[in-house]
């Protein structure tokens, strides 16, 4: 089965991204030991098993990397980048941009990028908002950073689009849209996302721990019905190394690259990449 609307592009791309949290959040909240160490299991277990897993299957994927990872575990770093994977921006300490003043999350995200600048020898191409959360001014203020596309979105699911600025919306004058901007959006969905499946919630009475084949069966689906439906379209899948990385998931997820590698014309690859490829396209 061959893209017909475009035979160079791969019948369906599917993107592995990594939110490399690891202690991060924890720093900034002032986490208890055990949270700590949790995070931690992220850095020093499961980003090596996925980068072992990567390299043994020939996959490049991206990693959104808050400035706080990227600089305080240089080693974790650099493994990324020696594999061949993009380093995206993810906040510095996990912030929650929707609670910080412009001034503040302005400055923070020019500190994201300058430190991926460093690390990489050029500007980052990608952002991605901790927790998925926006401010009002959060998509202007990510293109005038020079990004090229930002994933927080969910307005669509195998199709990238252009972000809106200027949305308004109010019970008195209704729902006023703006005009499209540079920024391209790369669309994420909860059911992708292996946090919410598999890591407990007490304060919001999730109790997480599902089981693999549930997670499984889930993707695995999703993916078929973009391979059957959505022609040159782009999967993206969110996890994150201190979840993923467990064992029993670890199987999970290759079991996933096996099932969407028997798929006829499914190419695995990084978000800058397949974002290049559609911007030219378009």
């Known amino acids: 089965m061959t893209n017909a609307a475009d035979p160079t592009r791969p019948r369906l791309t599917v993107a592995l991204t990594f939110d490399h949290d690891s202690i991060s959040d924890g720093v900034r909240r002032g986490d208890s030991p055990v949270k700590m160490s949790h995070a931690e299991f992220g850095v020093r277990v499961g980003a090596p098993r996925i980068l072992a897993l990567l390299r043994e299957r020939g996959i490049a994927s991206t990693w959104f990397v808050p400035g706080h990872t990227l600089e305080t575990f240089p080693e974790s770093t650099a493994a990324i980048l020696e594999g061949g994977h993009e380093s995206g921006c993810h906040g510095w300490f996990h912030e929650d941009a929707a609670a910080m003043s412009r001034e503040d999350e302005e400055a923070m995200i020019e500190r994201c990028a300058a430190a991926v600048a460093r690390a990489t020898g050029s500007r980052p191409k990608g952002w991605r908002a901790p927790y998925w959360s926006l401010s009002g001014s959060s998509l202007e203020l990510i293109a005038g950073a020079g990004f090229v596309y930002e ?24 729902s006023r849209f703006g005009p499209e901007g540079p920024l391209v959006e790369v669309p994420v969905y909860w059911t992708l996302d292996d946090w919410p499946l598999f890591e407990p919630s007490p304060e919001t009475g999730r109790d997480g721990m599902a089981a693999p084949s549930k997670v499984l069966e889930i993707w695995t689906e999703e993916l078929r019905y973009a391979h059957a439906h959505a022609p040159g379209g782009l999967l993206t899948v969110t996890m994150h190394p201190e979840c993923i990385g ?9 079991r996933f ?15 800058d990449r397949y974002v290049e490829g559609w911007l030219a396209s378009s």
């Open 151 to 174: 994933s927080s979105l969910m307005a669509d699911d195998y199709r990238l689009y252009r972000v809106r600025q200027g949305d308004r919306h109010s019970t008195a004058e209704g």
């Open 246 to 254: 467990r064992g029993h998931r670890m199987a999970m997820l290759e």
């Open 257 to 271: 690259i096996d099932a969407a590698s028997a798929l006829e014309g499914v190419a695995f690859g990084r978000l």
